[in-house]
């Protein structure tokens, strides 16, 4: 531990965070700073300083990061087509790298020589956590309470009531729950039993699908060079646009997710999301580029979404080689403005409509009907060519090989009509 005698927790008011402020007083001699960051959710953040102060810490600092969480996290996961293993938007994972730098700031402004937070010793978000801050800051300390005291959940709450923290917890609660801006992770519980279906008490920002309306709404979204710039003609800043698509898509039930992921750490999880506006995005972008970049830019474009959505979730967005990645993504979303009108139906968000000034499609070349321009005799040549590898293989191979070689039949036996 550094000489320094203060410490900047990461606060959420909380049962953990609380604990962990008497835990830290307790167990290292600390002073503890707390540090409360709104990533757009629109927490009371007065009433969770004052309870900050209430259970023991020398200072309560709030900040709310819900522009810099969509500029420089959210956007630049959306345009990099950020899925992990292809359906999860990382609304968690997206929110740790910006509160671990918000975490080293202040450590620096207050002098304090490390930092803490609430994460447990089998998640995820210790790694984005401890990795980030010792990226940027490999001088502080870091504690991590619900890692080192080994107290079950019941135990914490006894830990509390024994102490005097008043914490707002019902001992009947039973998922653990995440939330910001771009989505809510639910897990524990029932959720822990992959074979069972997800309780409807879940779910708090979508609607069931079955109870969404029977008729079906569509929304407009432009986008230029990647980012969602308005919705339905309305020119919107990115939290403005993100909440109001929250509350469009959740209404039809859009944005429920029910994964079992592999987790940083090893071992597999079953995690319930919920992210309307998320999923309706990535579904429009990816409608966006799909007639804007050509056949291998597209195929390449999907390999860096991969290791993009990868290196977010396992805590490595200091790391250069998200520098690389982030610079390819860059330049690949020149091309990828237009709008994209959704259908929104019955947890399902679908294409509608298209429009670019980069479209690659050409209704001329396209066509079937008259004002066809395309080159059919040209494509006798193409077809020679193509098939020129596959059709000089073949004929070695039945020079080559011996014929009781076993290889895998591709095609039946000989069939002769009757």
């Given at each position: 531990m550094?000489d320094?005698?203060?410490?900047?927790?990461?606060?959420?008011?909380g049962?953990?965070?609380?604990?962990?402020?008497?835990?830290?007083?307790e167990?290292?001699?600390?002073d503890?700073?707390?540090?409360?960051?709104?990533?757009?959710?629109?927490?009371?953040l007065?009433?969770i300083?004052?309870?900050?102060?209430?259970?023991?810490?020398?200072?309560?600092l709030?900040v709310?990061?819900?522009?810099?969480?969509?500029?420089?996290?959210?956007?630049?996961?959306?345009r990099?087509?950020?899925?992990y293993?292809?359906?999860?938007?990382?609304?968690t994972?997206?929110?740790?790298?910006?509160?671990?730098?918000?975490l080293?700031?202040?450590?620096?402004?207050?002098?304090?020589?490390?930092?803490?937070?609430?994460c447990?010793?089998?998640?995820?978000?210790?790694?984005r956590?401890d990795?980030s801050i010792?990226?940027?800051?490999?001088?502080?300390?870091?504690?991590?309470?619900?890692?080192?005291?080994?107290?079950?959940?019941?135990?914490?709450?006894?830990?509390?009531?024994?102490?005097?923290?008043?914490?707002?917890?019902?001992r009947?609660?039973?998922?653990?729950?995440?939330e910001?801006?771009?989505?809510?992770s639910?897990?524990?519980?029932?959720?822990?039993?992959?074979w069972?279906?997800p309780?409807?008490?879940?779910?708090?920002?979508?609607v069931?699908?079955?109870?969404?309306?029977?008729?079906?709404?569509?929304?407009?979204?432009?986008?230029?060079?990647?980012?969602?710039?308005?919705?339905?003609?309305?020119?919107?800043?990115?939290?403005?646009?993100?909440?109001?698509?929250?509350?469009l898509?959740?209404?039809?039930?859009?944005?429920?997710?029910?994964?079992v992921?592999?987790?940083?750490?090893?071992?597999?999880?079953?995690?319930?999301?919920?992210?309307p506006?998320?999923?309706?995005?990535?579904?429009?972008?990816?409608?966006?580029?799909?007639?804007?970049?050509?056949?291998?830019?597209?195929?390449?474009?999907?390999?860096?979404?991969?290791?993009?959505a990868?290196?977010?979730?396992d805590?490595?967005?200091?790391?250069?080689?998200?520098?690389?990645?982030?610079?390819?993504?860059?330049?690949?979303?020149?091309v990828?403005?237009?709008s994209?009108r959704?259908?929104?139906?019955?947890?399902?968000a679908?294409?509608?409509?298209?429009?670019?000034?980069?479209?690659?499609?050409s209704?001329?070349?396209?066509?079937?009907?008259?004002?066809?321009?395309?080159?059919?005799?040209?494509?006798?040549?193409?077809?020679?060519?193509?098939?020129?590898?596959?059709?000089?293989?073949?004929?070695v191979l039945?020079?080559?090989?011996?014929?009781?070689?076993?290889?895998?039949?591709?095609?039946?036996?000989?069939?002769?009509?009757?």
């Open positions: 550094a320094k005698d203060t410490v900047v927790l990461a606060y959420s008011g049962l953990d965070t609380s604990v962990a402020v008497r835990w830290i007083q167990t290292y001699g600390l503890v700073v707390t540090l409360t960051i709104d990533l757009g959710t629109h927490e009371d007065a009433a300083r004052r309870r900050a102060l209430d259970v023991g810490a020398v200072k309560a709030v709310d990061a819900s522009e810099a969480f969509v500029e420089y996290f959210i956007w630049p996961a959306l990099a087509g950020a899925l293993e292809g359906v999860y938007p990382l609304a994972a997206l929110g740790r790298p910006l509160i671990a730098k918000l080293v700031d202040t450590a620096r402004q207050e002098g304090a020589g490390a930092v803490a937070h609430g447990t010793g089998k998640g995820n978000d210790q790694v956590f990795v010792k990226t940027l800051a490999p001088e502080l300390d870091i504690i991590a309470p619900a890692r080192e005291w080994g107290m079950t959940r019941q135990q914490e709450m006894d830990y509390a009531a024994e102490h005097g923290i008043a914490v707002d917890v019902s009947k609660s039973p998922y653990s729950t995440d910001n801006l771009w989505g809510r639910i897990e524990c519980g029932a959720l822990e039993d992959p069972a279906e309780p409807e008490d879940a779910y708090a920002w979508t069931n699908p079955a109870d969404a309306p029977d008729e079906p709404e569509y929304v407009q979204i432009e986008f230029d060079q990647g980012v969602p710039v308005a919705l339905n003609g309305e020119p919107m800043g990115g939290p403005a646009l993100i909440e109001e698509l929250n509350r898509a959740g209404a039809h039930g859009i944005g429920r997710i029910d994964h992921e592999n987790r940083v750490v090893g071992i597999k999880s079953r995690e319930i999301y919920e992210a506006a998320a999923v309706a995005l990535h579904a429009a972008h990816a409608v966006l580029e799909g007639m804007t970049m050509t056949r291998p830019a597209l195929r390449f474009k999907g390999a860096v979404s991969a290791h993009y990868d290196l977010i979730y805590g490595l967005w200091f790391s250069k080689f998200h520098q690389d990645l982030a610079a390819y993504v860059l330049s690949s979303q020149q990828v403005s237009g994209v959704l259908k929104l139906f019955k947890g399902q679908t294409k509608a409509g298209v429009q670019s000034p980069f479209s690659l499609y209704k001329a070349l396209a066509t079937y009907d008259e004002g066809d321009r395309f080159d059919h005799q040209a494509a006798l040549g193409f077809i020679a060519l193509h098939g020129l590898p596959t059709r000089t293989q073949a004929r039945k020079t080559a090989l011996p014929e009781q070689e076993v290889r895998p039949r591709l095609s039946p036996p000989e069939i002769k009509p009757d």
